[in-house]
C-alpha cells in the first residue's frame, strides 16, 4: 500500500496509507494508547483538508490495544481559561472536517474507545468499549461531545456514563446505537475497508447528500425538511451519474438491491 497524495507533513502519531480510492487514517501512537495531543489533532486536520480529488472514503483505525484513551491528559496540566477554549475550537474544527468533510468516513473500533462518534459509519470488534471519564478527571468534554454524541445516544445516557463513569460493552454500544456493525476481534478493519470501498463507489452527489443534506434535514420542521429533501433529491437525480446508473439497471446492468 503507498500513501501517494496523502498529507504528506502527518506527525508520527498518525498513519495515512491508500487502498485504491479509500484513503486509511491510523492513530498510531499505541504507546500512550493513542491518546490525542494537539499535534494529532491538527495532523488530523489538515489529513481531511489536504484528501486527493480520487478519494472517494475514508477509512480511521487505531493501532495497538485500543482505539483512543481520548484527550492527552498531559497537555492538560498547564492551560488557562482562554487557551482551555482555544483548544476547544482546535477539536471543534477538526472534527467538523471529518463530520462535514469531502467524503464519508467510516471508523473500526476496538478496545477502549474514549471520545469519537462522529465518523459516519461505525464498525465495533468485540473488544471494543465506550467511556466518558471527564467526571473522575474533574473536565467536562470540550472536543464536541455534548453536540455529537446526544443524537446518537441520547441525552440520558450520556448523562449516565459522564456521571457515574459506567462503561459500555460493544454489544450495548450496538444495541444503543452507538455502532451499526459488531464483527469479531480482528475482523474489523476487513470489514471497514469493504464498507468504505463500497461507499467510494457512490455517486458523489449522494454522497455528499448523506453527509450534509440528511443531518441538517434532520434537524429543520418537517415542512423545511419535506422542501429541502425535494431540492436535494431533484439535484441528484438530475445529475449525469444518477442518469448512467438507473439506465445501468433498467438494461440489466447495474446491481440489484439484494441481501447481505
Ligand atoms: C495517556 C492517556 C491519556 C493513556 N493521556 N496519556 N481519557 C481518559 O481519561 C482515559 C485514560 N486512559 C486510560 O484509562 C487507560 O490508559 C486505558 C484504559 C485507555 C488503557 O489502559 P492500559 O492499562 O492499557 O494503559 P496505561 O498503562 O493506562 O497507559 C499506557 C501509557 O499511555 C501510560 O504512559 P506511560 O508513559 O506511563 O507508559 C499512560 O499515561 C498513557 N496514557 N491514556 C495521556 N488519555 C477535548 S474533549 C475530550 C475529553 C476526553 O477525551 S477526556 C478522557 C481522557
Redesign the pocket.
Known amino acids: 500500500m503507498s500513501s501517494k497524495g496523502l498529507a504528506a507533513q502527518l506527525p508520527s502519531s498518525l498513519a495515512a496509507e491508500r487502498h485504491g480510492s479509500v484513503a486509511v487514517l491510523k492513530l498510531n501512537r499505541p ?3 493513542n ?3 494537539d499535534e494529532t489533532i491538527i495532523g488530523i486536520e489538515q489529513f481531511f483538508t489536504s484528501l486527493p480529488e480520487d478519494i472517494g472514503a475514508v477509512l480511521i483505525a487505531g493501532d495497538g ?2 482505539f ?8 492538560l496540566k498547564e492551560r488557562n481559561v482562554t487557551q482551555g477554549i482555544a ?2 475550537g482546535l ?1 471543534h474544527r477538526a472534527f467538523d472536517k471529518i463530520q462535514f468533510g469531502k467524503v464519508p468516513v467510516v471508523a473500526v473500533l476496538h ?2 474507545v ?2 469519537g462518534g462522529l465518523e459516519h459509519v461505525r464498525v465495533a470488534e468485540r473488544s471494543a468499549y465506550y ?4 467526571g ?2 474533574g ?7 455534548s453536540v455529537r454524541l446526544p443524537p446518537l445516544i441520547g441525552v440520558a445516557r450520556m448523562m449516565d456514563m459522564m456521571l457515574t463513569g459506567r462503561t459500555y460493552s460493544a454489544e450495548e454500544g450496538q444495541a444503543i446505537g452507538l455502532t451499526t456493525y459488531l464483527v469479531e476481534n480482528g475482523k474489523g478493519f476487513a470489514k471497514g475497508l469493504e464498507l468504505a470501498q463500497r461507499i467510494a463507489g457512490n455517486a458523489p452527489l449522494t454522497n455528499f447528500a448523506v453527509m450534509h443534506a440528511l443531518p441538517r434535514i434532520a434537524q429543520m420542521s418537517p415542512a423545511s425538511g419535506f422542501a429541502m429533501e425535494a431540492l436535494v433529491s431533484s439535484i441528484a437525480q438530475a445529475d449525469g451519474e444518477a442518469k448512467a446508473r438507473l439506465k445501468d439497471f433498467l438494461e440489466k446492468r447495474g446491481p440489484k438491491a439484494t441481501r447481505d
Do not use: C
Not at 131 to 134: G, I, Q, R, V
Not at 139 to 145: A, M, Q
Open positions: 504507546q500512550k494508547r491518546a490525542l495531543d490495544e485500543h483512543s484513551a481520548g484527550l492527552d491528559l498531559t497537555e483548544h476547544s477539536w478496545g477502549a474514549v471520545g467511556a466518558l471519564p471527564e473522575s478527571r473536565i467536562y468534554v470540550g472536543g464536541g461531545g
